[in-house]
């Protein structure tokens, strides 16, 4: 990388460290620490919402996503401004009228101890094995650049993190939040007018959406109605409603940002903010992946996306290859009969020779496209679709050979598309501010995660009376223990289909349960704490056996026309609808099951009668 690229990706990241640290190194109180200082205005409020749910893993995997799947992922989101209503109209009111540091602090008046930890310690869970993806997704990055080992990314990543939060405490993770958004802002921009500016010469922006469109990648809207397909117009609104009701309302990396806002007023304001932008920024990510997409139409992609893997492959075949030789010549063999039928070097001329041919067809279809129109493309549109077909089986032969030389390597490489582009195709300096934005949106995500674990682990589970400043110490070395934890859980993952799947994948395994015990306390008065608790542990319990069944197709079968058939099979952003189903359900039963005189009456939060200075030390 060139040293210009090197002086913007580490001076951005040093300044934003730099400045965190030195603006909020006075922090000392609770209200400043955990609560962020209560006194941000709603754009504030709004920027750092953004950029706790923008992490790393957006910038890296999204454009994947377009490139491979086109535009459907954003379908996800659909259920996000419905989800805003209810958390404005609802849950924010409830928390600054009860000035809580945490959600869970609710609970646990609403209910009791036993609930409001079982709701704490689902959240610690699933969040701590979050914020281990959200480091490892930016130190894929840089262990490609600079050809480090992956342990030492992360613990560079994660260090720089753990700095300037345990400095300044949400205090902190705020006031950096507004820096690193305009950084990732800013590259999105760039990246985006780059890209149409490589492609202008061969193709026009508007007819590279042409050409994206009749291959299927801008195809936007799914209404089938099919449980087990990821990304459809049900499954954005209901399941994505779900999934985004329980993390902008009961996450505590998101309340922890919005508690921080003026008053509520100011908190509501940047809830809308985020509706109102976060479905057109996701759109635009996705559209910068497509574009990616066009661009490999008229210029050579790798056979793999991942070039530390072609590399492994390529000298395991060629120390194969010096044995089998060596082999035949002491055995008098003919050479020949040694080398297998077909090697990854084979694979990747065939990809390569294929790739020509895709250039050709995609510049006949361009003037098609110019001579005719819709028309006269469509011959063309035929030939394309059929040589991406034989890319597609091509890649999948050489990740089987990756398999082989790599048995414990994960094959996949959607996630190390855009980061390929940029590293191949982009200027100098350019390379180092995209750079500098992916490490921006991992640090400002893993820092709101790492403030969020640490006060609820000290309000929540750890619970004994402190002074304010024994509060405001015990959280700072509480940041630093769960900076450790997600540093180790980052060395056990790989990737799954790809890196904000998996994010998704996790928080939806817990959510639901943790959205359920909320829901009860918020709308069904009458149901108590033992119900919950019990109900909370069925649900979640039910939820993670059938993601274990459906993974590892424990029912599927094969149909009479030999395709496979899983009767359990269901996306994921379904459990955020079901677990709270189950949980609501079952606490209503185990409730009813009580003799009348002991099923308790309405609980005084919710007949009002509670003060409002409430400050959750229960």
Same mark, same amino acid.
């Given at each position: 990388?060139?040293?210009?690229?090197?002086?913007?990706?580490?001076?951005?990241?040093?300044?934003?460290?730099?400045?965190?640290?030195?603006?909020?190194?006075?922090?000392?109180?609770?209200?400043?620490?955990?609560?962020?200082?209560?006194?941000?205005?709603?754009?504030?409020?709004?920027?750092?919402?953004?950029?706790?749910?923008?992490?790393?893993?957006?910038?890296?995997?999204?454009?994947?996503?377009?490139?491979?799947?086109?535009?459907?992922?954003?379908?996800?989101?659909?259920?996000?401004?419905?989800?805003?209503?209810?958390?404005?109209?609802?849950?924010?009111?409830?928390?600054?009228?009860?000035?809580?540091?945490?959600?869970?602090?609710?609970?646990?008046?609403?209910?009791?101890?036993?609930?409001?930890?079982?709701?704490?310690?689902?959240?610690?869970?699933?969040?701590?094995?979050?914020?281990?993806?959200?480091?490892?997704?930016?130190?894929?990055?840089?262990?490609?650049?600079?050809?480090?080992?992956?342990?030492?990314?992360?613990?560079?990543?994660?260090?720089?993190?753990?700095?300037?939060?345990?400095?300044?405490?949400?205090?902190?993770?705020?006031?950096?939040?507004?820096?690193?958004?305009?950084?990732?802002?800013?590259?999105?921009l760039i990246a985006f007018g780059y890209i149409v500016h490589s492609l202008n010469p061969v193709i026009s922006f508007g007819e590279s959406l042409q050409l994206a469109k009749d291959l299927g990648k801008l195809d936007v809207i799914d209404t089938?109605?099919?449980?087990?397909?990821?990304?459809?117009?049900?499954?954005?609104?209901?399941?994505?409603?779900?999934?985004?009701?329980a993390y902008f309302g009961t996450d505590q990396s998101q309340v922890q940002r919005y508690l921080s806002g003026k008053n509520v007023e100011q908190a509501k304001r940047g809830l809308w903010m985020n509706a109102v932008l976060k479905i057109p920024?996701?759109?635009?990510?996705?559209?910068?992946?497509?574009?990616?997409?066009?661009?490999?139409?008229?210029?050579?992609?790798?056979?793999?996306?991942?070039?530390?893997?072609?590399?492994?492959?390529?000298?395991?075949?060629?120390?194969?290859?010096?044995?089998?030789?060596?082999?035949?010549?002491?055995?008098?063999?003919?050479?020949?009969?040694?080398?297998?039928?077909?090697?990854?070097?084979?694979?990747?001329?065939?990809?390569?020779?294929?790739?020509?041919?895709?250039?050709?067809?995609?510049?006949?279809?361009?003037?098609?496209?110019?001579?005719?129109?819709?028309?006269?493309?469509?011959?063309?549109?035929?030939?394309?679709t059929s040589a991406l077909d034989r890319s597609k089986v091509l890649h999948e032969r050489y990740q089987e050979k990756v398999k082989i030389a790599l048995p414990k390597a994960e094959t996949n490489d959607k996630d190390y598309i855009f980061i390929?582009?940029?590293?191949?195709? $982009? +200027?100098? @300096?350019?390379?180092?501010?995209? &750079? =500098?934005?992916? /490490?921006?949106?991992?640090?400002?995500?893993?820092?709101?995660?790492?403030?969020?674990?640490?006060?609820?682990?000290?309000?929540?589970?750890?619970?004994?009376?402190?002074?304010?400043?024994?509060?405001?110490?015990?959280?700072?070395?509480?940041?630093?223990?769960?900076?450790?934890?997600?540093?180790?859980?980052?060395?056990?993952?790989?990737?799954?289909?790809?890196?904000?799947?998996?994010?998704?994948?996790?928080?939806?395994?817990?959510?639901?349960?943790?959205?359920?015990?909320?829901?009860?306390?918020?709308?069904?008065?009458?149901?108590?704490?033992?119900?919950?608790?019990?109900?909370?542990?069925?649900?979640?319990?039910?939820?993670?056996?059938?993601?274990?069944?459906?993974?590892?197709?424990?029912?599927?079968?094969? $149909? +009479?026309? @030999?395709?496979?058939?899983?009767? &359990? =099979?269901?996306? /994921?952003?379904?459990?955020?609808?079901?677990?709270?189903?189950?949980?609501?359900?079952?606490?209503?039963?185990?409730?009813?099951?009580?003799?009348?005189?002991?099923?308790?009456?309405?609980?005084?939060?919710?007949?009002?009668?509670?003060?409002?200075?409430?400050?959750?030390?229960?």
């Amino acid at each position: 990388m060139h040293p210009l690229d090197w002086t913007i990706l580490l001076g951005t990241l040093g300044l934003i460290v730099g400045y965190g640290v030195w603006r909020t190194r006075g922090t000392s109180t609770s209200e400043g620490y955990l609560r962020g200082g209560s006194d941000n205005r709603w754009w504030a409020v709004g920027l750092s919402v953004m950029a706790t749910q923008a992490s790393a893993i957006t910038f890296l995997s999204t454009p994947g996503q377009g490139f491979t799947d086109g535009m459907g992922f954003v379908q996800f989101y659909f259920g996000l401004p419905l989800a805003m209503i209810v958390i404005n109209r609802v849950f924010i009111p409830l928390y600054y009228k009860m000035k809580v540091f945490t959600a869970y602090e609710y609970i646990g008046k609403r209910f009791d101890g036993r609930t409001r930890l079982l709701a704490a310690g689902l959240f610690l869970v699933q969040r701590g094995l979050a914020a281990g993806i959200t480091i490892y997704a930016p130190s894929i990055i840089l262990s490609q650049v600079l050809h480090w080992p992956l342990s030492w990314t992360c613990a560079v990543i994660g260090v720089l993190v753990i700095i300037y939060t345990t400095t300044g405490g949400a205090k902190a993770v705020g006031v950096t939040h507004k820096h690193q958004m305009a950084v990732i802002l800013l590259g999105l921009l760039i990246a985006f007018g780059y890209i149409v500016h490589s492609l202008n010469p061969v193709i026009s922006f508007g007819e590279s959406l042409q050409l994206a469109k009749d291959l299927g990648k801008l195809d936007v809207i799914d209404t089938s109605f099919n449980p087990s397909n990821k990304y459809t117009l049900w499954s954005g609104l209901i399941g994505g409603f779900f999934l985004q009701l329980a993390y902008f309302g009961t996450d505590q990396s998101q309340v922890q940002r919005y508690l921080s806002g003026k008053n509520v007023e100011q908190a509501k304001r940047g809830l809308w903010m985020n509706a109102v932008l976060k479905i057109p920024m996701q759109f635009f990510i996705l559209l910068i992946g497509v574009l990616v997409f066009v661009f490999y139409l008229f210029n050579p992609s790798p056979v793999h996306w991942n070039a530390a893997n072609v590399k492994t492959v390529r000298d395991a075949e060629t120390a194969e290859a010096r044995r089998a030789l060596s082999i035949a010549d002491s055995i008098g063999v003919e050479r020949s009969t040694k080398f297998p039928a077909v090697t990854a070097d084979r694979i990747q001329q065939q990809y390569q020779a294929n790739t020509d041919s895709i250039a050709v067809i995609s510049m006949a279809w361009v003037e098609a496209q110019r001579a005719g129109g819709a028309a006269a493309t469509t011959k063309w549109n035929t030939a394309l679709t059929s040589a991406l077909d034989r890319s597609k089986v091509l890649h999948e032969r050489y990740q089987e050979k990756v398999k082989i030389a790599l048995p414990k390597a994960e094959t996949n490489d959607k996630d190390y598309i855009f980061i390929t582009f940029i590293m191949d195709h $982009l +200027p100098v @300096g350019i390379i180092g501010l995209l &750079l =500098a934005m992916i /490490f921006s949106a991992g640090m400002s995500s893993t820092s709101a995660e790492l403030s969020a674990l640490a006060t609820t682990s000290v309000v929540d589970v750890v619970k004994r009376e402190r002074t304010d400043a024994e509060l405001v110490i015990h959280t700072k070395w509480a940041t630093v223990l769960f900076g450790l934890l997600a540093l180790a859980f980052a060395a056990l993952f790989s990737l799954f289909e790809n890196l904000i799947q998996a994010v998704n994948i996790i928080g939806s395994l817990f959510y639901g349960t943790i959205l359920g015990i909320f829901l009860v306390a918020f709308f069904f008065k009458r149901i108590q704490g033992w119900a919950v608790f019990f109900a909370a542990i069925i649900a979640q319990l039910l939820i993670l056996a059938h993601f274990g069944l459906d993974h590892w197709n424990v029912f599927e079968y094969t $149909l +009479p026309d @030999g395709s496979k058939h899983d009767p &359990l =099979a269901i996306a /994921f952003l379904w459990y955020n609808l079901l677990a709270p189903t189950v949980l609501i359900t079952f606490a209503g039963l185990l409730q009813w099951t009580r003799p009348r005189d002991q099923r308790g009456s309405p609980n005084p939060i919710r007949s009002g009668s509670m003060r409002t200075g409430f400050q959750g030390r229960s």
